[in-house]
């Protein structure tokens, strides 16, 4: 095993959200920091933790992201982080594994499982030998209390309740 930092700045957690029923709204966090103490070519075994601050949420609309601060959604003020918490890693083929944990928003805590692949190592411009990550899964919004949706004239509701998380990670030797 080995410590590794993850490069904010080529890695990124975003999320994805049905609007009206009919279209996508995607969205990410501008801010969150991880600790992975893991064997890059075999997760098995590793420890990966994130932490996700709320208010650096960001879907390229103002008014949007500032409705999903409030108490309205994640209620940033009160509960500023997201946190995963890996608590198992399966391998299920030489480069992809389930990684199941405890995500805590809002004051609540789940278990998730998040579908995630290895996707390599290469080295960097300055020589460091870096490696990269990528995870999908999904959550029903209203297990974390993220409750508010709006009715629509025409049926169904304003906002998902499903929403897919999509992680790509680039990380650098601790």
Known sequence: MAKYVVDPTHSSIGFQ???????????????????????????????????????????????????????????????PTMKFVATDI????????KITGDLSIRGVTKPVTFDAEYNGKGTNPWGVEVVAFEADGKINRKDFGLNWNSALETGGVLVSD????HIEIEANPA
């Open 17 to 79: 959200a049905k609007h009206m029923m009919i279209s996508k709204v995607k969205g990410h966090f501008d801010r969150f920091n991880s600790e992975l103490d893991i064997n890059p070519e075999d997760l098995s075994g590793g420890n990966i933790q994130f932490e996700v601050e709320i208010a650096s949420i960001n879907t390229n609309n103002e008014d949007r992201d500032n409705h999903l601060r409030s108490a309205d959604f994640f209620d940033a003020e009160t509960h």
């Open 90 to 97: 399966k391998k299920v083929d030489d480069d992809e594994y």
């Open 162 to 165: 499903d929403i897919k998380i």
